[in-house]
């Protein structure tokens, strides 16, 4: 393992433990060092214990790189990938090893820590067949999102990365997505030409949260109705102990979506959860579609999706309605479908 190779485990680890403090970007700080330092030098200051010398190597950092650089599995990399594991149930185990992808993942390009490439990486290494790209839309600024001109280059660059998996041989796939903002009146931020253009739209709620409920029912079935839309995104926005869920006639906007067939996507975030039990209960009984999605912000949060997998099994969602453990071309047969 190098010392680049270990540092990003160790990062990967920290995120999945949802450690977002100083520790974490202490390990950020090093792999930059680390990145803009020849092995060379590297090695000489691990073999002279002098890494601490380089403005950004701390007593922990040079441990993991001194490790590495020696031929040993780095210690503290061996305790974090301990104590960050995602448990899982017997009966949500059922859901994972069906699921075939993941359908909401976030990158640089708008709010999330890591590449597209890194991203995909790690959902190769889960065991995904396939991923969709969905960073936010432009009218999330506080997100760097995405306006048409940015969105087309992105589409150009998983182009380019889909053709060298397949010039590798390999099967894994990027479709290309996003998570568009539902706007007050109910209308998606992004033009019909370009929503058009995606595998796969989310549309979410990120603005004025706490609208009234009649108002905010009215805004949510404009948008499950679109179209366009293929999965609701966290749809309550709640935050577990800072946000309460938004208010809205679910019954009404979960019917809309069991006729449009848009997916209800089982939010596997921490801190999200989303929908809250009662609802996804209740979804289930209106006949929805589902998809168990990380909203992945980092390579760490791919590992998430045990956490709405043991949901779906404690809500009995049915297995044979969850989008994403189709396969790849059932998946998008299903989003291109006549509506």
């Known amino acids: 393992m190098t010392p680049e190779a270990a540092l990003l485990r160790v990062i990967h680890c920290l995120d999945r433990a949802r450690e977002s403090g100083f520790k974490t970007k202490a390990f950020v700080r090093a792999l930059d060092v680390v990145r803009s330092t020849s092995l060379d030098e590297i090695e000489r200051r691990a073999t002279r214990s002098t890494l601490t010398d380089l403005d950004g190597i701390g007593s922990s950092t040079a441990a993991v790189i001194a490790d590495a650089v020696a031929g040993r599995y780095p210690a503290y990399l061996a305790k974090i990938e301990a104590e960050s594991g995602v448990p899982i149930t017997a009966g949500g185990q059922i859901y994972r090893d069906a699921l075939r992808g993941d359908c909401h993942v976030h990158s640089t390009w708008s709010d999330g820590g890591a590449p597209i490439e890194a991203m995909a990486a790690t959902a190769m290494s889960v065991g995904h067949e396939y991923m969709v790209q969905t960073d936010h839309s432009a009218r999330l600024t506080i997100a760097h999102g995405l306006n048409e001109e940015r969105l087309a280059q992105q589409l150009d660059q998983i182009e380019a990365i889909n053709q060298q998996f397949a010039d590798a041989g390999d099967d894994f796939r990027i479709l290309s997505g996003m998570e568009v903002d539902i706007l007050e009146d109910g209308s998606l931020d992004l033009c019909d030409e370009m929503l058009s253009r995606l595998d796969v739209v989310v549309a979410s709620v990120h603005s004025k949260l706490r609208m009234e409920r009649g108002q905010m029912t009215e805004r949510m079935l404009a948008a499950v109705t679109s179209p366009h839309v293929d999965i609701l995104g ?45 609802l996804l209960r209740r979804a289930v009984e209106l006949g929805c579609w589902f998809t168990i999605d990380t909203d992945a912000h980092a390579t760490g949060h791919l590992e998430w999706q045990p956490l709405g997998c043991d949901r779906a099994a404690e809500c009995e969602v049915p297995v044979e309605r969850i989008l994403n453990a189709l396969p790849v071309d059932d998946l998008l047969a299903w989003t291109r479908r006549p509506r």
Do not use: Q, Y
């Not at 946000?243 to 979506?257: G, I, K, L, M």
């Open 234 to 278: 966290h749809c309550t926005g709640r935050m577990i102990g800072k946000r309460p869920p938004s208010d809205f006639d679910a019954d009404a906007v979960f019917a809309a979506c069991a006729d449009s067939h848009t997916a209800v996507e089982i939010n596997c975030r921490p801190e999200r959860l989303d929908p809250p039990r009662e």
